[in-house]
């Protein structure tokens, strides 16, 4: 588990410049041309009310994206 500070504040629908932010902290803390280079699987957890739902990934990607404490429910996790 790595936590990592951003600068983007959110009013609503900041979760894609917030995703970017947080892959390019990742890259400088590890030294990596990608977030991805870390491992097969990446969990970003935003604070809520970041976007609209509960959580989202992409179909064969190595990210997936949740809001606020729904990092902690397995059954999210699964889903995703």
Request: with cysteine; aromatic share 10%.
């Amino acid at each position: 588990v790595v936590e990592v500070k951003v600068s983007t504040k959110c009013s609503g629908a900041c979760d894609s410049g917030m995703r970017e932010e947080v892959n390019a902290a990742l890259q400088n803390a590890f030294g990596v041309n990608s977030a991805r280079q870390l491992a097969n699987h990446v969990m970003q957890c935003h604070p809520e009310g970041s976007f609209n739902g509960i959580a989202y990934a992409y179909i064969n990607h190595w990210l997936s994206v949740y809001s606020n404490n729904w990092c902690r429910f397995t059954s999210t996790q699964l889903h995703e």
